[in-house]
């Protein structure tokens, strides 16, 4: 069945750094590509980042373009999410995604706190 385990969350004053990291298993990780989404409280999931299957394709919501980097690694069947400048906007639950055929699988999410 398929898998997917987030993990990387925590708490981080504003201006830091993290790094969240999806485990997959249970599909041909490198024919899907790969999303990173996150909900904050009261409000709606929001789709961060996307990635094609070969890493060549990215895409970023404006709201993190230039701080947030998505990537992949098929060989390990993981997929990254490295945030940098966050800011207490950021602070969310974080999840990844994927679409195979027409189902969603979703991670149990990764709590992101940036506060002082």
């Known amino acids: 069945q398929v898998q997917l385990v987030e993990s990387g969350g925590g708490l981080v004053q504003p201006g830091g750094s993290l790094r969240l990291s999806c485990a997959a298993s249970g599909f041909t990780f490198r024919l899907y590509a790969m999303n990173w989404y996150r909900q904050a409280l009261g409000k709606e999931r929001e789709l961060v980042a996307s990635?094609?299957?070969?890493?060549?394709?990215?895409n970023y919501a404006d709201s993190v373009k230039g701080r947030f980097t998505i990537s992949r690694d098929n060989a390990k069947n993981t997929v990254y999410l490295q945030m940098n400048s966050l800011k207490p906007e950021d602070t969310a639950v974080y999840y990844c995604?994927?679409?195979?055929?027409?189902?969603?699988?979703w991670g149990q999410g990764t709590q992101v706190t940036v506060s002082s």
């Open positions: 995604e994927v679409d195979i055929s027409i189902m969603s699988y």
């Open positions: 990635i094609g299957s070969t890493g060549g394709s990215r």
